[in-house]
């Protein structure tokens, strides 16, 4: 069983930066793809950034790219995701995801991830 545990969340002025983590145990072949979804009040989830180990291949939304970085760091089975330059259409819950691949990708829709963390709030104020 994939257990994954966010953190980092936070408070922020816009402009400010945030690193979220996501420590993941269980199932390291059950979860190829990793990632970073949000949802804001309203809204539908919807992906952020995810890496897809088999083939080191990442993704990004175009809202937060060149301002996301997602990584891994295989011995302490975590995901990253930093975040620069934050503005307030940023400010969501976001939730770590695992799964996949399927078909050799990682999905965009998160009905298909299994794995999910409990989510961490990121709020930016303008």
């Known amino acids: 069983q994939v257990q994954l545990v966010e953190s980092g969340g936070g408070s922020v002025q816009a402009g400010g930066s945030l690193r979220l983590s996501c420590a993941a145990s269980g199932g390291t072949s059950s979860r190829k793809c990793m990632g970073w979804f949000r949802q804001a009040p309203g809204k539908e989830r919807e992906r952020v950034a995810t890496?897809?180990?088999?083939?080191?291949?990442?993704f990004y939304a175009d809202s937060v790219k060149g301002r996301a970085t997602i990584s891994q760091d295989n011995a302490k089975n975590t995901v990253y995701l930093q975040m620069n330059s934050l503005n307030p259409e940023d400010t969501a819950m976001y939730y770590c995801?695992?799964?996949?691949?399927?078909?050799?990708?990682?999905?965009?829709?998160?009905?298909?991830?299994?794995?999910w963390g409990q989510g961490t709030q990121v709020t930016v104020s303008s």
């Open positions: 890496f897809y180990s088999g083939g080191s291949i990442t």
């Open positions: 995801a695992a799964g996949g691949p399927w078909y050799g990708y990682c999905s965009s829709s998160p009905t298909v991830y299994p794995y």
